[in-house]
């Protein structure tokens, strides 16, 4: 049976192979517009049971085994799997398209909203109604056939825009390699730094040590090394990938301006005077203006900090590292330095106290003490062997929810740090669905036989993400279109990321999950205090790692993270 069709339990990634996609995507699409012809006819009844559960079941497989697809591909890519992905990416694009724009389905759900039964439906329910309405008409249900062809194919050349938008990254990224031989070229780096680069230089039968554009390799030499041109080297081929100073095929530019065009027109279509007003509809927000406003009274009180930061991190480089002018590829370096000089302690010497054999089980032990639940491993096939599986279970010992755990950086992962759903929640037949999630990262891996080590920051981005896999795993909903993160605001799915983040500056949470890899001893609270102290003014972004100056606490992420982040957070 093709894995991608079997429903009944957890994803089989260990049956999977790429050209099962196009068959099982086929079936599912066959089956589901079959279906949608039968519930929109005008003689079956606009009820929740008649429609809306059946199309609620034929979306939930399709998203379920696309989803796995998709998975796949952001973590275990190859020429094959892209392939497949791509090639079927246009036929469930335009099936949703479709979906959005029928017209049946539309008045079905018009129809139920505006019928008596509809009041007595559960919040969730109605809930999951108004959003679908509000979809339809983002998906442009109202527009003349003339204009939903073009809005169809709008849709589809985005969603293409956007996947060769990743596979340019990604290769771009796994193209480069400066291989150093000289050891006088490294001063400065960490010792397991250095030692991952070796390994990573004999796996391909190469001496000396191997750098790469992946996180785990990219921002300790910006951090520590001392060799300001091998800094520069590294930051200007990080900061021009799948740009147009990067190989032709690989250029995003293009694609970057094309997609800009498309929305634009896409807004204009439904009658928005631009793709912000557009993208608004589903938010918090109330207007581009109002994000600007916010955006604006940021920057206005961020600036004098900012300058006073720079002007500082600029006279202690002159004065100390003999930099006359500091460059971008400078500030992480200075900084560094200019946190030892201040606080005397440093990222590498906080990371010994954060094997990640502590940090996860110190990070569960939070989560099971504020929400009287348990988390243990189980066992489930996976993508990679690093991969590990949990069960959450409530006081009862009933399983609550499950998840995957993918720590590493490794060429066929996309960059960044994020959480997915596998499965969501829902209640169906009397028995509910518990819901499975992701949760992705990019650390260094184990070397030396001593457990993986994480920064600080590293330690604040597992709790965002497992935030994120809390809102989705701890849902009481049962109703899959708003269960978990399902139907929620999307600029509001942070609160959850945002609230365990805090925690990381908790001493009482902190130090029981910090053990020093070579003595077994915490974190000293002096240590601690020099974080917090360095923490008010540090420089450093704690969701991206990537180095600003700009003023923030120690809770907030960088400006640029606003938005998103060149790597890729959320």
Avoid at 52 to 65: F, H, I, K, S
Avoid at 110 to 139: C, H, M
Avoid at 374 to 387: E, F, K, L, N
């Amino acid at each position: 049976m093709n894995p991608l069709l079997d429903f009944s339990g957890l994803p089989r990634f260990a049956d999977f192979k790429p050209e099962q996609v196009a068959p099982a995507v086929d079936q599912l699409l066959a089956e589901n517009r079959a279906l949608i012809a039968r519930v929109s006819a005008p003689e079956v009844p606009a009820t929740w049971n008649d429609f809306v559960e059946p199309l609620e079941d034929a979306n939930e497989r399709l998203g379920r085994a696309w989803g796995m697809v998709g998975h796949l591909n952001a973590v275990m890519n190859s020429p094959e799997l892209r392939d497949a992905y791509n090639a079927n990416l246009p036929k469930v694009t335009q099936y949703y398209t479709e979906l959005g724009q029928h017209e049946g389905l539309f008045t079905r759900f018009k129809a139920l909203r505006a019928s008596p039964g509809f009041e007595g439906l559960a919040r969730a329910q109605r809930k999951i109604v108004d959003n679908e309405l509000r979809d339809f008409r983002l998906g442009g249900v109202e527009l003349p056939p003339e204009k939903k062809s073009r809005f169809m194919a709008i849709r589809e050349r985005l969603s293409q825009l956007s996947s060769r938008f990743s596979d340019n990254l990604l290769d771009a990224t796994n193209a480069f390699a400066h291989y150093a031989t000289a050891p006088n070229e490294l001063r400065g780096m960490p010792d397991d730094v250095l030692q991952s680069a070796r390994e990573a230089a004999q796996a391909e039968g190469r001496p000396g040590w191997k750098f790469t554009l992946h996180a785990p390799s990219y921002l300790p030499v910006m951090q520590y090394a001392d060799n300001r041109g091998l800094r520069e080297l590294m930051y200007r081929a990080y900061v021009t990938r799948a740009s147009e100073f990067d190989k032709t095929e690989w250029d995003n530019t293009p694609l970057i301006a094309e997609t800009v065009r498309l929305r634009q027109e896409q807004a204009r279509l439904l009658a928005f005077a631009s793709y912000a007003e557009y993208s608004l509809e589903p938010k918090m927000a109330d207007s581009p203006r109002q994000v600007l406003d916010f955006l604006g009274e940021l920057a206005s009180r961020a600036r004098p900090y900012a300058e006073r930061d720079l002007k500082e991190l600029t006279e202690f480089a002159r004065a100390e590292l003999r930099l006359d002018r500091l460059e971008a590829w400078d500030l992480a370096y200075a900084s560094e330095k200019l946190r030892q000089a201040r606080y005397a302690f440093s990222d590498q010497e906080v990371k010994r106290y954060f094997p990640q054999t502590r940090v996860l089980p110190g990070m569960f032990e939070l989560v099971e003490t504020l929400y009287g639940v348990t988390i243990a491993p189980a066992q489930a096939p996976a993508w990679h062997p690093d991969v590990r599986f949990y069960a959450i279970r409530d006081r009862a010992g009933e399983l609550v929810g499950q998840f995957y755990v993918d720590l590493y950086a490794r060429p066929s992962k996309r960059g960044g740090a994020w959480m997915d759903e596998a499965i969501a929640r829902r209640r169906r037949n009397g028995r509910v669905q518990r819901p499975v999630a992701y949760l992705n990262c990019n650390f260094s891996a184990p070397v030396g036989g001593k457990p993986a080590l994480f920064t600080h920051d590293e330690v604040i981005t597992l709790f965002h993400e497992f935030g994120h896999g809390l809102h989705h795993l701890l849902t009481r909903v049962d109703y899959l279109g708003v269960a978990g993160i399902n139907g929620v605001e999307w600029d509001a799915v942070e609160l959850p990321s945002q609230f365990m983040e805090n925690f990381c500056w908790e001493w009482e949470v902190l130090a029981p999950m910090t053990s020093h890899v070579d003595t077994g001893e915490p974190l000293p609270r002096e240590l601690f205090d020099k974080m917090l102290a360095c923490a008010s003014s540090s420089s450093r972004c704690s969701t991206c790692t990537c180095t600003t100056i700009t003023i923030r606490t120690a809770r907030r992420p960088c400006s640029s993270c606003w938005t998103k982040c060149a790597r890729g957070c959320r």
